[in-house]
């Protein structure tokens, strides 16, 4: 039973557009979501949070939105670049300093 | 720089043969985490540790253990390697202070068990 999902295994996207990927959630407890990027054959690296007191948090090109009635979160990367192109990972928690429940990912390609 | 490593990136591994994965990190971080991540699976959480000598599963530890001896380092044992055990394996840290669940990632250990 996935807690988290990111219902798009893939997006593409032309450099200098927005790229929007999406998460939903179903545990109404989590108050912390945390997007990763990912390159292959690299360790994920952290790219943005969220807490659930907050709507939208801002950080240059990355900007993450909370929907909590809805069970949402977008991130949006604007403009997109091609050094973009990786695996990008939803992460959501219960409690700060606990363990994290990951979606499966959504593989997105800025293409020149 | 924080900076949690891995004792391997490649590892070629015969069925049966115990294999020992280390991961260290000088972050001074008291949580730590095992993952192995397969193509359309994501990241699934082995085992984990809150604390030195605690461990905790995770939602597939069957065919692992690990250990805590030290704060910084976190050790995954397969007990007998078998060939659904190749995948990529990954560690990774945090620390408890409120707010701060950021989890730090080493570069991964790609394991082959033949």
């Known amino acids: 039973d996935q807690q988290v999902k990111q219902n798009s295994p893939s997006l593409s996207v032309q450099e200098g557009r927005i790229s929007i990927l999406n998460c939903d959630y179903t545990?109404?407890?989590?108050?912390?979501f945390l997007w990763y990027k990912k390159y292959p054959a690299e360790g994920p690296t952290f790219l943005i949070s969220i807490s659930s007191i907050k709507d939208k948090n801002e950080d240059g090109r990355f900007t993450v939105f909370l929907n909590k009635s809805a069970k949402h979160l977008s991130l949006h990367i604007v403009p997109s670049q091609p050094g973009d192109s990786a695996v990008y990972f939803c992460?959501?928690?219960?409690?700060?300093?606990?363990?994290?429940?990951w979606g499966l990912g959504t593989s997105l390609a800025v293409n020149p | 720089d924080v900076k949690v490593t891995q004792s391997s990136r490649y590892l070629v591994k015969r069925t049966g043969e115990k294999v020992f994965l280390e991961c260290v990190q000088d972050?001074?971080?008291?949580?730590m985490f095992w993952y192995r991540q397969d193509p359309g699976l994501g990241l699934r959480l082995i085992y984990f540790?809150?604390?030195?000598?605690?461990?905790e599963k995770g939602d597939i530890p069957e065919g692992y253990s690990v250990s805590r001896e030290k704060k910084e380092r976190f050790s995954l044992i397969l007990e007998s390697a078998s060939t659904n055990q190749t995948s990529m394996y990954l560690c990774?840290?945090?620390?408890?202070?409120?707010?701060?669940?950021?989890?730090?990632f080493g570069p991964g250990t790609r394991l082959t068990v033949l």
């Open positions: 540790s809150y604390d030195v000598k605690m461990k």
């Open positions: 545990n109404s407890m989590f108050d912390y």
């Open positions: 972050m001074d971080h008291e949580n």
């Open positions: 992460a959501a928690s219960v409690g700060s300093g606990r363990k994290l429940i």
């Open positions: 990774a840290s945090s620390s408890r202070g409120e707010g701060y669940n950021e989890q730090f």
